[in-house]
């Protein structure tokens, strides 16, 4: 055996040809989510992080969606279209170009298989560099039916049948193909391209390539993994298993990187969520994409934020949103029923209860009384609000934006704020109110009288 350079670049050709039927959705299959990114995504970053400079997806051709999400996942990437869907092995020569010449190690992952971890797909790779011209992942189970079963004599492997060749011995194999595999360079095109349809399905199968390496006297390594962790997704409760899964490990992550999640199975975490130490995660929050939270924050129960930055110290809830960008600045609080889109709010601001903050900007130690809202949107436009640092606002105002309240300012409670109110002054805007002394029960009267008529008629 030789030894290749450990300079070797890795190329990873992701199949993602699938129609996924039975997941019964427009949505292609490997654009459905996993802890808030596509499947395809999870895997395109799996492999990067694995070492892959080159990646090259197979596809459904004509699917700008899935084009699109490609282009934003692993920008650069290859993206070639399997016309006719004729076999696993005939999808990774869709990407021929890639293959051809570059003497690469290859890695070949399924767009609809998420688990697999960066860790794995490089022990799936290692034994490239040891001599090894093709490793296979695979794993035992009680349950193999509907795999292809790794076929051996003592520690040397044989073959790959599939369920659909295999005799009813070697279906008693329980030893199975994850169906992910990694291809020395030297010999990666010249296998593939042998590879033929002359099986039960008339397709061509990638893992024919161990039989042919075999018979060429290369060497093959089996690589072990988890069961659980080469599932595939084919509908929508494997798409929930794999969800657990991965929240399982995004829940543990943030635990062992120090913040409190006083209830892990109740909290939902997205694949980028940045949880700071002594962040502290009362029961039921959702944490959607793009949310980080900075050390010592507090986020209490009943919270569903998505696209927000929390500053230092900052507490949030119980029951609010956040959205769009929201952003609360080192020790800002926002409590009950406070919902924040597209709004910063400053050092030490506060908006205790019921609040809609949208497209706002909220200066340092501001005070939003309970049911202020800023009106952002005209039915056409949106418009920005600006509240100075200091500035207290009454409780139950609505601030019809575009409007700026100057540091300091004062306005009182169930105001309706039109025009700008400049720095330190006191705006009023409600209708004024009538008392009169003692006539409480000369109405009351009257009214009663109004009563007893109609009864009468
Ligand atoms: C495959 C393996 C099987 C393994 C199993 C593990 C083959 C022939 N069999 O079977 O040994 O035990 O995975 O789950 O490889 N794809 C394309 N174009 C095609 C065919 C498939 O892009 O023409 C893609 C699919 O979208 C999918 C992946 O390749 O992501 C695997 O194809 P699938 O049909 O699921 O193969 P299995 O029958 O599961
Ligand atoms: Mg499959």
Redesign the pocket.
């Known amino acids: 055996m030789t030894a290749s350079p450990p300079s070797r670049s890795l190329t990873a050709i992701v ?6 039927t039975r997941m019964r959705s427009d949505l292609p ?2 654009l459905h989510k996993v802890a808030g990114r596509t499947m395809l995504g999870h895997v395109l970053a799996a492999v990067r992080s694995a070492g892959a400079t080159r990646i090259g997806v ?2 459904e051709p004509g699917r700008a969606d899935v084009a699109a999400e490609i282009e934003r996942q692993a920008p650069g990437a290859g993206v070639f279209p ?1 016309v ?8 990774v020569l ?1 990407a021929r170009p890639l293959l051809a010449g570059t003497g690469d190690d290859v890695i070949v992952a ?4 998420p688990l697999v971890t960066p860790e794995t797909f490089a022990r799936l790779r290692a034994p490239l560099s040891e001599g090894a011209a093709v490793a296979v992942l695979a794993f035992t189970t009680d349950t193999p039916t ?4 790794v076929l051996t004599v003592g520690e040397r492997v044989l073959a ?1 049948r ?2 659909k060749d295999a005799s009813e011995a070697e279906r008693r194999v329980c030893l ?4 992910l595999m990694a291809l020395s360079g030297d010999h990666a095109l010249a296998l593939l391209e042998r590879i033929g349809n002359a099986n039960a ?1 008339g ?6 390539a161990v039989a042919l390496a075999v018979a060429d006297g290369l060497s093959v390594a089996v690589v072990p993994v988890e069961e659980a962790e ?1 599932q ?1 997704v ?1 509908d929508r409760v494997q798409l929930a298993a794999a969800e657990a899964v991965v929240q399982g490990r995004l829940r543990r992550a943030a635990l062992l990187g120090g913040a409190t999640l006083v209830a892990p199975e109740t909290v939902f975490l997205s694949h980028d969520t940045v949880l700071g130490r002594d962040v502290t995660v009362e029961p039921h929050v959702v944490f959607g994409p793009g949310v980080v939270v900075a050390d010592g924050c507090t986020v209490r129960a009943y919270a569903h934020l998505t696209e927000v930055r929390l500053e230092a110290g900052v507490k949030i809830g119980p029951f609010v949103r956040m959205r769009g960008g929201a952003v609360l600045e080192t020790g800002a609080e926002i409590g009950n029923f406070v919902e924040l889109k597209n709004a910063r709010m400053g050092p030490g601001a506060k908006a205790a209860h019921l609040t809609y903050l949208g497209d706002a900007e909220i200066g340092a130690k501001a005070n939003v009384g309970a049911g202020t809202i800023t009106c952002n949107y005209d039915g056409v436009f949106k418009h920005r609000t600006t509240i100075g640092a200091g500035a207290f606002i009454g409780s139950n105002s609505a601030l019809v934006a575009p409007v700026s309240i100057g540091a300091g300012a004062t306005v009182g409670a169930g105001s309706v704020i039109t025009k700008d109110v400049p720095e330190g002054a006191l705006a009023v805007a409600r209708g004024h109110q009538l008392t009169k002394p003692g006539q409480a029960a000369a109405m009351r009267a009257r009214l009663q009288a109004l009563k007893e008529r109609r009864k009468g008629g």
């Open positions: 199949l993602a040809a699938g129609k996924g299959k490997v197979v596809a399997q006719e869907r004729l076999g696993t092995a005939h999808a869709a399924f767009g609809d298989t509907g795999y292809g079963r790959i599939e369920e199975c193909n994850a169906g399905a397709e061509y199968y990638l893992p024919d080469a595939g084919n």
